[in-house]
């Protein structure tokens, strides 16, 4: 069974940092890639970054110079370290990954950025 598990979400005042992980355990990064997803109150949740099985990385443009996702193999564990934040951050963000034709998907962490 897939079981992606995040951590790290907070409140933070505009301009700070957070880094989310999500916990990934027995999922071969070699294989699949893994992404993180956001959903503001309101909104669809809509992509922010992937990282890929041979680790190259993709970034939606709201986040592009500010936030970065890496991965640590052997802790099976996919990171988005995210600088500079914006109140337009704010959202859970959700981590991803995709098996075959299945998606799977973590519950979630919150991330509230005061202005």
């Known amino acids: 069974q897939v079981q992606l598990v995040e951590s790290g979400g907070g409140l933070v005042q505009a301009g700070g940092s957070l880094r989310l992980s999500c916990a990934a355990p027995?999922?071969?990064?070699?294989?699949?890639?893994m992404g993180w997803y956001r959903q503001a109150p309101g909104k669809q949740r809509e992509l922010v970054a992937t990282?890929?099985?041979?680790?190259?990385?993709n970034y939606a443009d709201s986040v592009k110079g500010r936030f970065t996702i890496s991965r640590d193999i052997a802790k099976n564990t996919v990171y988005l370290q995210m600088n500079s934040l914006k109140s337009e951050d704010t959202a859970v963000y959700y981590c991803?990954?995709?098996?075959?034709?299945?998606?799977?998907w973590g519950k979630g962490t919150l991330v509230t950025v005061s202005p």
């Open positions: 991803n990954v995709q098996i075959t034709t299945a998606q799977y």
């Open positions: 027995g999922i071969i990064f070699s294989f699949y890639s």
């Open positions: 990282i890929t099985s041979g680790g190259s990385t």
